[in-house]
């Protein structure tokens, strides 16, 4: 279903929100806004979505998260054309015409990269394991295992913008398993250093890459990720 600005702001259930610390403009924004549930007819809590946004940026979110009426609650924001949002910092241009937001994002333990703005399509898909094996780790470790738990986070923050082993919706930032995995060339204080912020390793105006302070990624997922990230770069296509 296509849905037009215009539209969705006349909607019975569209009502003005506000969403402190949003994820883009990092304050308290006020959105004029529609439970995001309520546009996914034909949706059940099993489906896996992708939204899309203009310049690539692909949020995988399975849809029993957006469901989810008790705590977190997305919402799709709408830019009023005749009440344009702020611009985004860092030349990025504006967050419109439509922004995944969310409201309690700490009870679902929502991550940031599920906050696509610059929305230009919704997809229903297949499950990210479905879609994409050659970025499965060995289905022999445990469920509880710090690579599974990385391959998790790894879903949720990094493949939004990145591709492994050349799989992947996304093209905004390189593969991070070929040629070389960055655990390979980079000591692992580095690293951490690097994800936290890109800027402090290496200086770049146009860089696109956000870091991901404690808040949006925790110590105990920064460590989960890394031993994924290790764990398959021995897992290349044809190794």
Not at 160 to 180: E, I, R
């Amino acid at each position: 279903m296509t849905y037009r600005t215009e539209t969705l702001l006349k909607r019975p259930d569209a009502r003005t929100i506000s969403v402190p610390g949003d994820v883009a403009f990092h304050r308290t924004m006020h959105y004029r806004a529609v439970p995001l549930a309520a546009l996914l007819e034909g949706i059940g809590r099993d489906d896996h979505l992708q939204f899309v946004a203009g310049d690539g940026f692909a949020a995988e979110i399975p849809a029993t998260l957006l469901m989810n009426m008790q705590g977190s609650e997305a919402w799709l924001a709408i830019e009023d054309p005749s009440r344009p949002w702020r611009a985004l910092d860092k030349n990025r241009g504006s967050a419109g015409p439509f922004y995944v937001v969310w409201t309690r994002p700490q009870a679902a333990r929502v991550g940031q990269e599920q906050w696509p703005y610059q929305l230009a399509r919704i997809r229903k898909l297949g499950g990210v394991a479905e879609r994409f094996p050659a970025i499965l780790p060995d289905p022999s470790l445990p469920a509880d295992s710090d690579v599974q738990r990385g391959f998790a986070v790894f879903q949720r923050t990094c493949f939004a913008c990145h591709t492994l082993n050349a799989q992947g919706d996304s093209k905004l930032g390189p593969d991070l398993n070929l040629p070389h995995n960055p655990t390979e060339y980079l000591r692992a204080d580095l690293l951490r250093a690097f994800i936290r912020n890109p800027q402090s390793l290496r200086q770049w105006p146009q860089a696109k890459m956000q870091g991901f302070d404690t808040h949006a990624l925790s110590d105990a997922d920064l460590d989960a990720v890394l031993a994924y990230l290790r764990h398959m770069a021995g897992r290349k296509p044809g190794h």
